[in-house]
């Protein structure tokens, strides 16, 4: 199986660092072939920004959804953002891995998920069969593909619980 | 009232910008005092990471949280962070405006909740009645303020409602 790992941890040193080196020489001992996104290690830009379309002329109103689907459509995608869809189109399974800050992911995976999930690739796809219609979850690009979460937290279990104070692991995670 | 208001869009002259606008001429006409956080206009640094702290020695292992404490202690917070701490100590009332990016906050705004909730000030703050006991959520230093969210989203209302397809908006903005 081919396995994109995406990792999202500022420390190599870290438990998230030596429990992804594990994860890595398991999967690859078992036959797998594994790619990595490192983040912090890629200097991922995380922002979101005129600066993502080569196309934005100096003073025009930005439309991100907009410039990112003409962008995509127009094969004029920074390459940061089109090397990490080539990864995901080549995955058979995608692995997130982060430590829980704030309820959510860090920011440099927020903006992974922002700018690599592109309009006209991830969202926004029409139907071949009736253009007038948006593919859904399960029907897009990515559809049949595996993925799995990793997330580490500094809480206890007990406050991630049903009732505890952070909120329900679960609930936090959705979607 | 003193109101601080966050605001986390690429673009000024969006129905978000316009909304801004009108929002804070209405507070300033009835009274209220009103200071703004522009992410984007600001070019907030959204990756948290060992940039953050002065006593960052290189080669060092990086925890982010015990050094967001020293440096929170210690005084040597990033002048970003501490501007941000004090414009929220200032306030009466926050209001974090925001389009709902992927079910959540864009990356810009995240990277200020990671990095302006600084350990000791936002979470790991101890009882002074009992130092082994944390201060959990109404408690700490931003007791008492009021706090509120201006949402847009691309998607139609039906689904983002209880059995829409993108998940209940209620369920989505939890915590």
Redesign the interface.
Known sequence: MKVLWVFAH??Q??LNGSLRDAGIRALETAGHEVRQSDL?AMS?K?????GDFADTEPGA?????ASSFRAFKGGTQTPDVAGEQEKLMWADAVLIQFPL????????L??W??RV?AAGWAYRVTDPANPKRSL??GEGNLRGRRGMLIVTT?ATAASLGPRG???DID??L??
Do not use: C, H, N, Q
């Open positions: 500022p420390e040193r870290s912090y991922w995380a922002v979101a920004d005129g109103r930005l439309t991100y959804a800050w704030w309820f959510s992911v860090p920011a440099i927020k903006g998920l922002d999930l859904r979850y500094g104070v952070a909120g609930d936090l959705f979607p």
